[in-house]
C-alpha cells in the first residue's frame, strides 16, 4: 500500500502557474507508475497526467497537452505536476495516484492508491 499526501493548490488568475507536489510512502517509488487527476464540481473523475516507473515515459489528456507537465524525482519519492497557462476549465480537485503498473496508465482502474486531493481554483 502507498499513502499519498498532496500539496500546492490553491487560487491563481487565469494565465498564471502552480506546482502540485505529492509525496509517497510506503511501496519503493519507484516501482510503479504515478497518474494526476481532476474532478470538477458535478463532473466525474478524469486523466490528467501520467508518468512512468523512471520518469523518461508520460503521457497527457489533451486538454492539458503543452500547458502542464508531470515529472518525478524518485530520490525524493515524489511526483509533481507543474500547470502553466491555466484557464478557469482546470478548476477542480486534483488527485495523485500510484499505479499498479511501472508504466503510463490513462484509466483509473489502474491505479490502487490515492492522495485525499488539492482544491485548485482558477478565477480572477
Do not use: H
Amino acid at each position: 500500500q502507498v499513502q499519498l499526501v498532496e500539496s500546492g493548490g490553491g487560487l491563481v488568475q487565469p494565465g498564471g502557474s502552480l506546482r502540485l507536489s505529492c509525496a509517497a510512502s510506503g511501496r519503493t517509488f519507484s516501482s510503479y507508475g504515478m497518474g494526476w487527476f481532476r474532478q470538477a464540481p458535478g463532473k466525474e473523475r478524469e486523466f490528467v497526467a501520467s508518468v512512468s516507473w523512471s520518469g523518461r515515459s508520460t503521457a497527457y489528456a489533451d486538454s492539458v497537452k503543452g500547458r502542464f507537465t508531470i515529472s518525478r524525482d524518485n530520490a525524493k519519492n515524489t511526483v509533481y505536476l507543474q500547470m502553466n497557462s491555466l484557464k478557469p476549465e482546470d478548476t477542480a480537485v486534483y488527485y495523485c495516484a500510484a499505479g499498479n503498473t511501472k508504466v503510463v496508465q490513462e484509466s483509473e482502474y489502474e491505479y490502487d492508491d490515492w492522495g485525499q486531493g488539492t482544491q485548485v481554483t482558477v478565477s480572477s
